[in-house]
């Protein structure tokens, strides 16, 4: 079998916590991201779901190499990028692209759409001057905005349209590899789904991978085939979407999903069953030993507090958690 | 393809063509009265330092008959202790002042510049050093620090571009602080992440994505530095530390002070230089104060004009400012 288009290998970010004063001395480390694994075949999508600050958005900028990762391996169609510098990076970019969260940071206001979108065939050199415009204007049809747009301001749009133009820049260089950063949670519901369905149609049309991060867990069960949970730096759950939202397997996940509102229970009168959690997610700076879920987990027990528990198979299906006492 | 695309978020936007670039004017408020006034008086006394010296006689010839007398046919402004017609020395002296000022205003800008932008952009320990030193440069007290200097250069070698060369040393410190800080808030904007996705180089960024959105605030910068490099050239003039071997204003006012122009009452001699730099400083802060409110919308007092623009009528008008104090 060839090599998946991405593979993450023991991916571990960690930023180091400056004391305050004349001499700043490193006095701890915030350990955003700490040991994840998981890989992303071509044309497919894998979502990457947690709370604020568990670690997905810092994945997502380490694997377009905005930072470089303290230690751990990506493999980029067998090629590891994790160390590697800007003249090695250069021709990846094409492959690698992202779609940011918040659309009215992520143009430049000074700069027209045209110029925006058409930035990177300027940097990759990859289309003669004279059929830039044309180029630019067919990918603005491409995510549905009138192509005449082209020599207008990002403020002249909408945050719908400021998305689409987000990915229209992205679609630019014709990647294999699409990262979107809460590519939504800007949007308000309706438009929401206009860019969902957009991307859906992209990722049909040029066969594009999406690694794609969010916390809105019904937009991630729409989008993508295999989900994966972090909490605190690490995956604790992955499985394909059916099995993860029906019978997850770590309690995490379980009391993740007992918060999102269900239409149908709603209605037949039922009351759901809602997990609360007790306490704050623990700081990343100084993680909780053994599992890292177990200050808040109604199952745990002594082992919880001196074993790590890996990654490991769950049930019959592809599911892989990591808990001791996995929900059967 | 299509299925996905709601047509009705593109007919919000009319499709009439327009030109393609429109940065230029977009950087200008609409026809805010402060600016039209300060162009107009800084656009009369460039016009005139440019072509002044080339119509006014020799500053220094001496006239034999007319020692310090106020305005006659001959010399309109009067002449000085020693003869000189005060006409051509102003025009000289309005030249020499604002060669020093936009001497200043250029080299303190870029300075600032390269301290403030760039060490924010690159980070680490060029940030921490070029962040101390600009906190060195601004701590160190810079009229002091410019006599001291001006003091060890003898008096022969001040010339123009040397004052100017000192005061921007003096000067670059304070805008270089507010870049740093401007800069590392547009660093860190997505924009400049996507352009790093799409495999930008470093300068690049600097110059394509994160310069413009600092020019607002370094054009306000460059005319206060113009500012503060005229007024310091008249104070330094002024205790005879000036560019002694050329006209200047400041150097003027010092002529007119050493000969007791005061106390003789010849005012013909030292209003019209003075009143040259109070114009010329008040007509760049009008500059200012209409570049702050581009930067600001906050501050944008044209509102007023916009909405007559809109067709409101008076008394609409009216209610919003009243609304708007409230």
Known sequence: ?328 | MTSAISLDEQAVMPTAPRPARRSIAQLLPSRSPKLVVGLSIAGVIILWAIIGPLIVGNPNAISTSMFQTPGTAGHLLGTTQTGQDVWSQIAYGTRGSLIIGFSVGIISTVLSAIFGILGAYIGGALDETFALFTNIVLVIPGLPLVIVIGNYIPVNQRGLFLIAIVLALTGWAGSARVLRAVTLSVRNRDYVAASRVSGEKTWRILVVEILPNLIPVMASQFVFAMIFAILGEAGLSFLGLGASNSFTLGTILFQAYNDLALTQGAWWWFVPPGLVIALFGCALSLINFSIDEIINPKLRNSTRAVRKKWGLSPAQIRQLDEEQIK
């Open chain 1, 1 to 328: 079998m060839a090599a998946p288009l991405l593979e993450v290998r023991d991916l571990v970010m960690h930023f180091p916590v400056k004391s305050r004063g004349v001499i700043a001395r490193t006095v701890g480390h915030v350990k955003a991201v700490d040991g994840v694994s998981f890989t992303v075949e071509a044309g497919q999508s894998l979502g990457l779901v947690g709370e604020s600050g568990c670690g997905k958005t810092t994945t997502g900028r380490l694997i377009t190499r905005l930072q470089k990762p303290t230690s751990g391996q990506i493999l980029f169609e067998g090629q590891d990028i994790a160390q590697a510098g800007p003249r090695v990076l250069k021709p990846l970019r094409r492959e690698i692209q992202m779609i940011f969260q918040d659309p009215y940071t992520s143009l430049n206001p000074r700069q027209t759409v045209g110029e925006i979108v058409g930035a990177p065939l300027v940097i990759h050199k990859l289309v003669p001057a004279s059929q830039r415009l044309a180029r630019v204007q067919e990918l603005l049809e491409v995510v549905g905005l009138n192509p005449e747009h082209y020599n207008r301001y990002p403020h002249e749009f909408s945050g719908g349209q400021r998305q689409r133009i987000g990915i229209a820049r992205a679609l630019t260089l014709q990647p294999k590899l699409l990262v979107a950063d809460e590519p939504v949670s800007a949007l308000d519901v309706s438009i929401q789904a206009q860019v969902i369905n957009l991307m859906q149609d992209l990722q049909r049309e040029f066969n594009i991978a999406f690694l794609f991060i969010a916390h809105d867990l019904s937009i991630v069960r729409h989008f993508c085939p295999e989900v994966a949970v972090m909490y605190l730096g690490k995956i604790v759950e992955k499985a394909p979407r059916d099995e993860l939202y029906e019978h997850p397997k770590h309690p995490y996940t379980k009391a993740l999903l007992s918060a999102v509102p269900n239409i149908e229970q709603a209605v037949l009168g039922g009351r759901r069953e809602r997990i609360r959690l007790q306490g704050d997610v623990p700081s990343p700076i100084n993680p909780p030993s053994g599992c890292r879920f177990r200050t808040r987990c109604w199952k745990a027990q002594d082992i919880c507090a001196t074993t790590e528990p890996p990654l490991q198979k769950v049930g019959a299906g592809a599911d892989v958690a990591a808990c001791h006492f996995p929900e059967q």
